[in-house]
């Protein structure tokens, strides 16, 4: 759980030392941030963490990422990310003065909208799809983290794959803006799913949630992936349903 939250704060002090460059006219849309070593070795973080906060940059259109070595390396700004940053850097750094009640909320209205239109995409690309039609071309990130979990021996070990899975379904919407705001949510409150498990004890209907939100996505079936993630919300977290 140390090393877990370690990661979280590197990850914030990451994207909190971007936008204080942005915002102080250090670096401009098309400059190259240092890459992944230069900026470990400034915050004395793992390179890991920092690749993690590149990814959402990445994500958010923030920054373009390229593979490169000496003055080549390191992710070029894109675009400069003033207000969509800050909201997102908020929502990391403030959801512990959010109720649970406040957050499961606004999970629930946006996994529900991620759930439908991963599923209307799915409808759209093939108009008689099968069970299983989003992994045509190979395992897809659901699929995976399904897999994980039902090979995790811990509830840090479930939650961690539980937190891939949902975040898959965000990214399946194709809103990258959704997707990195449920990353930033569900990390932010790993803690509370963990203890969520923990109170659950056995995991079971939560696999069988999450194998029935993975059918009616992959099928197609928007109005049944609605409802699939609502139940699975209620059965996590039962007192606030």
Same mark, same amino acid.
């Given at each position: 759980m140390a090393d877990k939250a370690r990661r979280t704060r590197a990850f914030e002090e990451v994207l909190l030392q971007v936008e204080r460059r942005i915002s102080d006219d250090g670096l401009r849309v098309g400059d190259r941030?240092?890459?992944?070593r230069q900026l470990a070795e400034q915050l004395k973080v793992s390179r890991a963490s920092v690749r993690e906060a590149l990814r959402v940059l990445e994500t958010l259109g923030v920054v373009s990422s390229q593979a490169g070595r000496g003055p080549d390396a390191g992710a070029i700004l894109t675009s400069r990310p003033d207000s969509a940053l800050t909201d997102l850097l908020r929502l990391s750094l403030g959801l512990s003065?959010?109720?649970?009640?406040?957050?499961?909320?606004?999970?629930?209205?946006?996994?529900?909208?991620?759930?439908?239109?991963a599923a209307q995409a799915v409808r759209r690309t093939s108009?008689?799809? %099968?069970?299983?039609? #989003?992994? *045509?071309?190979?395992?897809? +990130?659901?699929?995976? &983290?399904?897999?994980?979990?039902?090979?995790? $021996?811990t509830a840090e070990e479930?939650?961690?794959?539980?937190?891939?899975?949902?975040?898959?379904?965000?990214?399946? %919407?194709?809103?990258? #803006?959704? *997707?990195?705001?449920?990353? +930033?949510?569900?990390? &932010?409150?790993?803690?509370?799913?963990?203890? $969520?498990?923990?109170?659950?004890?056995?995991?079971?209907?939560?696999?069988?949630?999450?194998?029935?939100?993975?059918?009616?996505?992959?099928s197609g079936d928007a109005a049944g992936a609605i409802d699939a993630v609502t139940t699975h919300l209620a059965h996590a977290y039962p007192e606030l349903f």
């Open positions: 941030l240092p890459g992944e003065s959010l109720s649970l009640r406040e957050v499961i909320d606004t999970r629930l209205m946006l996994e529900r909208w991620s759930a439908e239109q108009p008689d799809p %099968s069970p299983g039609a #989003l992994s *045509a071309s190979g395992p897809d +990130a659901m699929t995976r &983290a399904i897999g994980a979990m039902e090979a995790a $021996a479930f939650v961690e794959h539980d937190i891939a899975f949902h975040v898959a379904i965000a990214e399946a %919407s194709g809103n990258r #803006l959704v *997707a990195a705001v449920m990353r +930033a949510l569900r990390d &932010a409150m790993r803690r509370y799913a963990i203890e $969520a498990v923990d109170r659950l004890g056995d995991t079971s209907v939560l696999r069988e949630d999450h194998h029935r939100i993975h059918n009616t996505i992959t």
